[in-house]
């Protein structure tokens, strides 16, 4: 559903490393409920812009509001609270509890809203782990892994989740099957994804933009951005 205002709008964001810019003028918005694909190639700035979104850095210049709020410079947990949930590119789940274990402690600190908060059996449920809830998260393999730590990102409620390269080391099979899980899943939330796997954003179908050198080159529905020939110059056509 389409209201007047995006739940994200990102204006200009730049980002500058000493004389490296690594983000220059990059917009972008989001919908509640809707999911973008960002993609690009190695150093083009895609995991600093969801470090712009979720508060690990802060932008040299631009700004960031989420649901209405001006978010840009808060602290990582100030914007968590206010419903941006972020998986790293590294995995990163306790090995030595329980994947419902896992969930539990996810939820501490959760902002609930107003809304009734999501539970462990439903998050299970979501994510397809009910069959594995009560093995140690160190003895899963590596795709499960993955979806767990989706799963602990889902126990805060957020509004917003941002996943940078969600299927990376994953089989082809667990690669499309996280693209199902996300549609399912997350359908009531919006997500933007980091992703070098074309199959992965071929099946999730949705917006998907293109930066490259820090900066937005192109934007659209996958089938276009597929056959963009600037994207297949400095992207696609590589891998
Ligand atoms: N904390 C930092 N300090 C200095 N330079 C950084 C920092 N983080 C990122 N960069 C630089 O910013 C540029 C963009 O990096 P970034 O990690 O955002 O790329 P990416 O698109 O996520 O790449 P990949 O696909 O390899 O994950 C790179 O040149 C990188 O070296
Ligand atoms: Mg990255």
Redesign the pocket.
Known sequence: MTTGTPLLDARALQ?R??G?T??RDVSLTVERQETKCII????????????LLCGT?RPTAGQIVFDGIDVTGMPLHRIARIGIARKF?VPSVFGRLTVRQNLSVAEIGTAHDGKAPNTVAEILHKLDLTEIADRSAGDLAHGQKQWLEIGMAMMTNPKLLLL??PTAGMTVEESLKTAELLRTACADIAVIA?E?DMRFVRALDCHTVV?HQ?ALIAEGPFADIEANPMVRDVYLGRQ
């Open positions: 980002r490393f000493g490296l690594a983000i690009g190639p190695n150093g083009a700035g895609k995991s600093t812009f969801l470090n850095l590119q940078d390269e980091i070098h930066l820090g």
